[in-house]
C-alpha cells in the first residue's frame, strides 16, 4: 500500500477531512484532534496495512505509524488541502490535563527532530573534549559547539514560532517576541558591570536588581535564552491580544497596525511581568522535580524506569519533557529523562530474544526492523507489533526497564543534553565539564543491564512459540479459486495501460482496466463499503469472501471535485451483488477532458497467489472479470 493510499484509507475512516480539526505528527505516529469521535472507525483504521496500532489518549486519536509516518503525513496534508501551517479550529477541552498535553505536544513536537540534531552534536562535541580529541581554543570545537547550542539558545524565537501556530498568532510575529527577549541589548543589561539602580525583593528566593525602567516601572532583567515558559505564555497572551485588537481596527490599515499595536503591548509587558514570573515559575518547577529526585533517587528510578513505556504509549510523557528541558536550561542537567531512558534498550533486548526464539518468519522478519528501531530509541513498531500482543514480553520490558531506572538513580547518572535517542543518545550523560565520570559509566551500565535482562527474560520465561504456532503448509493442498464479476460494462484493458503510474505500476495491486461503455458502477459480489471518496470518484469495498477492491473512475478526475458523479451508497454501508453504487456522467466526464480508464484493482492481493484478468475484449455485469487464486 503506497503512502497515498494510505492517507486516503485513513481519512476515510476518520469520518473524512470535515471531521478533522488538527493534525500533527510525531517520530511514529499521526496526531489527530476530532470533531466527532463517533463518525471514526477504529477498526477499519486498525486493520490498514501499514498501521501498527491507534491509541486514543491526551485528548488525542493517535495513528502509529512507524518509521515512515512523516511521508504518510504529507500525503495526508494534501488531501485535507492544508499545509503544515494552517491554523486550527479551538479544541473543546476534555479536561484540563488533555488540553496541557495537547498543547504541549504541539508546540515540541515539530521542533524533535532539530532538537535531536542539536543535541547529538553537543553531546558528540562533549565526547571530543572528554577524550582530548579537541580543546577549547579550536576552531572546530568553536563551529560544533555554535552548531549545537544555536538552537538552544535562540529557543524563544523556536518556541514563538511554534507556539504560535498552537494559539492561532501569525507567526513571524510570535517569532519577533521570541527575538525581543534575545537581542543583545537586553541580553548585555544583566551581565553589564554597571550597578542596579535598585533591587527588588531583597533577601527573599526571587531577590532581583533592576538595571533599567520602562516608562517609570522597573524592569526585572532575566536571561531569557534558552527559556521554555516565557514565551510560551507571552504567545498565549499576543494571541488574545491581536484577536481583540483585530476587530477593532478598520480593515484598510489591519495588515500592519494590528502586528504593531500587538507587539507594542505584549512585548512590554512580557518584560514587565509575564517573563519574570514565568521564569520564577520554571525555576520553582525545576527544584520541586529535584527535590522529589533527591528524596530517594532510587526508587524513583524504579517507578518512573518501569513505568515509561506506559506514559509514552498514552502520550503522557509530554507532561515530563518540558520539565526535564526546564532542568537542563535552569540547572544545566536532569535526572528525571534518565531514569527511563533504558526503556529502548530493555525493548531491544525483549524483542531479540524473540527474533532468536520464534519460529514464525513473519515474527522473525517484523522483529528484527523492530529491534532495530528500538536500538535506535523508537519503540513503537516493537511495542504495538511484538510485546503488546503477547503481555508477557511488554510486562519483562517493565521489568528490565525498571531494573535499570535503579541502577541509574543509584548512580546519579544525569541527562545533560536533549538530544538523539538510543545508542544516539549516549553522549548526552557526559558530563560537559567533568568529561567521563562515576555517574556515566552508571548509565552504560544500566543500559547494558536492560538489555541483558529483556533479552534473557524473552529466551526462557516471557516468550515461547506457542504464541505464534506455525502452520505448515502441504503441497498438495489444491488452489481454490474465487471469482470476481465485472463492475461496470465497457471495454477490458491491460492494467499497465493505465496513464497512471500508481496504478499501472501495480502500487496498489494487481488488477485490470475498463473503459466504461455505460454509467453506472455495481457491486460485484456480497459485501461492505470500506472507503467512499468524497469526490464519488472512487470506492473501495471488502467482500465477503475476504477479496478487497477498489474502483476508480476516471484518471485524475478527483479534479472535478464530485461534478458529474452520483453514489447510492455510504461508507460502511452492507451490500449485495449486483447493487448500484456509482453513477457518472460519462458525456461530460470526457468533455472536460478526462481520460475514462477505469482501474480496478484488489488491494490485498499480495495475500493471495494470483490475479488472473480475462482474457476477453469486452466485459459485461455478468462477466467474470478476474480469477483470484
Same mark, same amino acid.
Given at each position: 500500500?503506497?503512502?497515498?493510499?494510505?492517507?486516503?484509507?485513513?481519512?476515510?475512516?476518520?469520518?473524512?477531512?470535515?471531521?478533522?480539526?488538527?493534525?500533527?505528527?510525531?517520530?511514529?505516529?499521526?496526531?489527530?484532534?476530532?470533531?466527532?469521535?463517533?463518525?471514526?472507525?477504529?477498526?477499519?483504521?486498525?486493520?490498514?496495512?501499514?498501521?501498527?496500532?491507534?491509541?486514543?489518549?491526551?485528548?488525542?486519536?493517535?495513528?502509529?505509524?512507524?518509521?515512515?509516518?512523516?511521508?504518510?503525513?504529507?500525503?495526508? !496534508?494534501?488531501?485535507?488541502?492544508?499545509?503544515?501551517?494552517?491554523?486550527?479550529?479551538?479544541?473543546?477541552?476534555?479536561?484540563?490535563?488533555?488540553?496541557?498535553?495537547?498543547?504541549?505536544?504541539?508546540?515540541?513536537?515539530?521542533?524533535?527532530?532539530?532538537?535531536?540534531?542539536?543535541?547529538?552534536?553537543?553531546?558528540?562535541?562533549?565526547?571530543?573534549?572528554?577524550?582530548?580529541?579537541?580543546?577549547?581554543?579550536?576552531?572546530?570545537?568553536?563551529?560544533?559547539?555554535?552548531?549545537?547550542?544555536?538552537?538552544?539558545?535562540?529557543?524563544?524565537?523556536?518556541?514563538?514560532?511554534?507556539?504560535?501556530?498552537?494559539?492561532?498568532?501569525?507567526?513571524?510575529?510570535?517569532?519577533?517576541?521570541?527575538?525581543?527577549?534575545?537581542?543583545?541589548?537586553?541580553?548585555? %543589561?544583566?551581565?553589564?558591570?554597571?550597578?542596579?539602580?535598585?533591587?527588588?525583593?531583597?533577601?527573599?528566593?526571587?531577590?532581583?536588581?533592576?538595571?533599567?525602567?520602562?516608562?517609570?516601572?522597573?524592569?526585572?532583567?532575566?536571561?531569557?535564552?534558552?527559556?521554555?515558559?516565557?514565551?510560551?505564555?507571552?504567545?498565549?497572551?499576543?494571541?488574545?491580544?491581536?484577536?481583540?485588537?483585530?476587530?477593532?481596527?478598520?480593515?484598510?490599515?489591519?495588515?500592519?497596525?494590528?502586528?504593531?499595536?500587538?507587539?507594542? %503591548?505584549?512585548?512590554?509587558?512580557?518584560?514587565?511581568?509575564?517573563?519574570?514570573?514565568?521564569?520564577?515559575?520554571?525555576?520553582?518547577?525545576?527544584?520541586?522535580?529535584?527535590?522529589?529526585?533527591?528524596?530517594?533517587?532510587?526508587?524513583?528510578?524504579?517507578?518512573?524506569?518501569?513505568?515509561?513505556?506506559?506514559?509514552?504509549?498514552?502520550?503522557?510523557?509530554?507532561?515530563?519533557?518540558?520539565?526535564?528541558?526546564?532542568?537542563? !536550561?535552569?540547572?544545566?542537567?536532569?535526572?528525571?529523562?534518565?531514569?527511563?531512558?533504558?526503556?529502548?534498550?530493555?525493548?531491544?533486548?525483549?524483542?531479540?530474544?524473540?527474533?532468536?526464539?520464534?519460529?514464525?518468519?513473519?515474527?522473525?522478519?517484523?522483529?528484527?526492523?523492530?529491534?532495530?528501531?528500538?536500538?535506535?530509541?523508537?519503540?513503537?513498531?516493537?511495542?504495538?507489533?511484538?510485546?503488546?500482543?503477547?503481555?508477557?514480553?511488554?510486562?519483562?520490558?517493565?521489568?528490565?526497564?525498571?531494573?535499570?531506572?535503579?541502577?541509574?538513580?543509584?548512580?546519579?547518572?544525569?541527562?545533560?543534553?536533549?538530544?538523539?535517542?538510543?545508542?544516539?543518545?549516549?553522549?548526552?550523560?557526559?558530563?560537559?565539564?567533568?568529561?567521563?565520570?562515576?555517574?556515566?559509566?552508571?548509565?552504560?551500565?544500566?543500559?547494558?543491564?536492560?538489555?541483558?535482562?529483556?533479552?534473557?527474560?524473552?529466551?526462557?520465561?516471557?516468550?515461547?512459540?506457542?504464541?505464534?504456532?506455525?502452520?505448515?503448509?502441504?503441497?498438495?493442498?489444491?488452489?481454490?479459486?474465487?471469482? %470476481?464479476?465485472?463492475?461496470?460494462?465497457?471495454?477490458?484493458?491491460?492494467?499497465?495501460?493505465?496513464?497512471?503510474?500508481?496504478?499501472?505500476?501495480?502500487?496498489?495491486?494487481?488488477?485490470?482496466?475498463?473503459?466504461?461503455?455505460?454509467?453506472?458502477?455495481?457491486?460485484?459480489?456480497?459485501?461492505?463499503?470500506?472507503?467512499?471518496?468524497?469526490?464519488?470518484?472512487?470506492?473501495?469495498?471488502?467482500?465477503?469472501?475476504?477479496?478487497?477492491?477498489?474502483?476508480?473512475?476516471?484518471?485524475?478526475?478527483?479534479?472535478?471535485?464530485?461534478?458529474?458523479?452520483?453514489?447510492?451508497?455510504?461508507?460502511?454501508?452492507?451490500?449485495?451483488?449486483?447493487?448500484?453504487?456509482?453513477?457518472?456522467?460519462?458525456?461530460?466526464?470526457?468533455?472536460?477532458?478526462?481520460?475514462?480508464?477505469?482501474? %480496478?484493482?484488489?488491494?490485498?492481493?499480495?495475500?493471495?497467489?494470483?490475479?488472473?484478468?480475462?482474457?476477453?475484449?469486452?466485459?459485461?455485469?455478468?462477466?467474470?472479470?478476474?480469477?483470484?487464486?
Amino acid at each position: 500500500m503506497t503512502y497515498q493510499h494510505l492517507a486516503k484509507e485513513i481519512l476515510a475512516a476518520i469520518g473524512g477531512k470535515d471531521n478533522i480539526i488538527e493534525c500533527k505528527h510525531c517520530m511514529t505516529r499521526l496526531r489527530i484532534n476530532i470533531n466527532d469521535e463517533a463518525k471514526i472507525d477504529k477498526k477499519a483504521v486498525e486493520k490498514l496495512e501499514g498501521v501498527i496500532a491507534v491509541v486514543q489518549s491526551g485528548g488525542q486519536f493517535q495513528i502509529v505509524i512507524g518509521n515512515h509516518v512523516s511521508e504518510v503525513y504529507q500525503e495526508l !496534508l494534501k488531501l485535507l488541502e492544508r499545509n503544515e501551517s494552517t491554523e486550527t479550529i479551538k479544541i473543546e477541552s476534555n479536561g484540563i490535563f488533555n488540553r496541557f498535553i495537547d498543547i504541549i505536544s504541539s508546540i515540541f513536537t515539530p521542533i524533535l527532530g532539530v532538537l535531536a540534531a542539536t543535541g547529538m552534536i553537543k553531546g558528540l562535541t562533549a565526547t571530543f573534549l572528554a577524550f582530548n580529541w579537541l580543546t577549547l581554543d579550536s576552531g572546530t570545537y568553536k563551529i560544533l559547539q555554535a552548531t549545537g547550542d544555536s538552537l538552544m539558545y535562540f529557543f524563544p524565537i523556536f518556541l514563538g514560532y511554534t507556539a504560535s501556530k498552537k494559539f492561532k498568532l501569525p507567526p513571524f510575529l510570535g517569532m519577533i517576541i521570541g527575538a525581543a527577549l534575545v537581542h543583545p541589548v537586553m541580553t548585555g %543589561i544583566a551581565s553589564s558591570s554597571a550597578e542596579p539602580l535598585y533591587v527588588l525583593f531583597k533577601g527573599t528566593l526571587i531577590e532581583s536588581p533592576v538595571y533599567i525602567t520602562f516608562l517609570g516601572i522597573p524592569v526585572i532583567t532575566m536571561d531569557y535564552g534558552a527559556s521554555i515558559i516565557p514565551i510560551v505564555i507571552a504567545i498565549y497572551f499576543a494571541s488574545k491580544v491581536y484577536k481583540k485588537i483585530y476587530h477593532i481596527i478598520p480593515s484598510i490599515v489591519r495588515s500592519f497596525l494590528v502586528p504593531l499595536v500587538t507587539l507594542l %503591548i505584549v512585548v512590554p509587558l512580557t518584560f514587565l511581568v509575564i517573563g519574570p514570573v514565568a521564569t520564577w515559575m520554571g525555576d520553582l518547577l525545576g527544584w520541586l522535580t529535584l527535590t522529589l529526585y533527591q528524596l530517594n533517587p532510587v526508587i524513583a528510578g524504579i517507578i518512573i524506569g518501569g513505568t515509561w513505556q506506559l506514559l509514552v504509549m498514552l502520550g503522557l510523557h509530554w507532561g515530563i519533557i518540558p520539565i526535564s528541558i526546564n532542568n537542563i !536550561l535552569t540547572m544545566g542537567f536532569d535526572p528525571i529523562l534518565a531514569l527511563g531512558s533504558a526503556t529502548s534498550f530493555a525493548t531491544a533486548g525483549v524483542v531479540l530474544g524473540v527474533v532468536i526464539k520464534t519460529k514464525n518468519k513473519n515474527l522473525k522478519s517484523l522483529g528484527i526492523s523492530a529491534f532495530i528501531s528500538s536500538l535506535l530509541g523508537v519503540s513503537e513498531p516493537s511495542i504495538y507489533g511484538i510485546t503488546l500482543p503477547r503481555k508477557k514480553p511488554f510486562y519483562a520490558t517493565l521489568f528490565a526497564s525498571a531494573i535499570a531506572g535503579m541502577i541509574i538513580g543509584l548512580f546519579g547518572s544525569k541527562l545533560f543534553n536533549m538530544g538523539g535517542l538510543g545508542i544516539f543518545g549516549i553522549p548526552n550523560y557526559i558530563n560537559p565539564e567533568l568529561g567521563v565520570e562515576k555517574a556515566f559509566y552508571g548509565y552504560l551500565m544500566a543500559i547494558s543491564v536492560a538489555f541483558i535482562i529483556g533479552l534473557l527474560l524473552s529466551l526462557t520465561i516471557a516468550y515461547s512459540n506457542s504464541m505464534d504456532p506455525v502452520i505448515e503448509e502441504k503441497s498438495d493442498l489444491k488452489l481454490k479459486e474465487k471469482s %470476481i464479476l465485472a463492475p461496470i460494462e465497457g471495454k477490458v484493458i491491460k492494467l499497465s495501460e493505465i496513464e497512471d503510474n500508481i496504478f499501472s505500476g501495480e502500487l496498489l495491486g494487481k488488477g485490470v482496466g475498463i473503459i466504461p461503455l455505460t454509467n453506472k458502477v455495481y457491486a460485484s459480489a456480497n459485501g461492505v463499503v470500506t472507503t467512499l471518496l468524497p469526490t464519488k470518484h472512487g470506492i473501495g469495498l471488502t467482500f465477503d469472501n475476504g477479496i478487497e477492491m477498489l474502483i476508480h473512475i476516471g484518471i485524475d478526475t478527483v479534479n472535478l471535485n464530485g461534478n458529474y458523479f452520483t453514489s447510492f451508497v455510504e461508507q460502511g454501508d452492507i451490500v449485495k451483488q449486483g447493487t448500484l453504487l456509482i453513477e457518472f456522467d460519462r458525456e461530460r466526464i470526457l468533455a472536460s477532458g478526462y481520460s475514462l480508464q477505469t482501474p %480496478i484493482i484488489i488491494t490485498n492481493s499480495a495475500e493471495f497467489k494470483s490475479v488472473i484478468p480475462t482474457t476477453k475484449d469486452k466485459v459485461d455485469r455478468d462477466t467474470e472479470l478476474l480469477k483470484i487464486m
